[in-house]
């Protein structure tokens, strides 16, 4: 898969995610959230991976939102929702792992 936002590497059972937006701090926005999210789903579903490893790219792993991401969802808040992609990581998790922003504790590996 390509990805906008990040970087994906697996090398001796690690995936490695990148945040790859340095001249931006690597500030969250949601192509960077969808981006994520697929990553994390090509990991957990890849029987060779063990582990995963979030990081960022430059000097900074994340300096939060990105503010042109939230003045966009001020003024068009559903298309911004949309790019982060459906609400469900895993289905079968409990119900508060299954929301937008809180499904990493359903990625099945550490």
Known sequence: MVYEDIL???SDGVAVITLNRPDRLNAWRG???R???AAMRAASDDDAVRVIVLTGAGRGFCAGADMNMLQAIQSDGASARAAAGPA???PQARADFRMQNSWFPA???P
Do not use: G, I, L, N
């Open 107 to 109: 990625v099945p590996k």
């Open 35 to 37: 981006d994520v999210k």
């Open 31 to 33: 192509e960077m959230a």
């Open 88 to 90: 469900d990581f895993d």
């Open 8 to 10: 994906y590497s697996v």
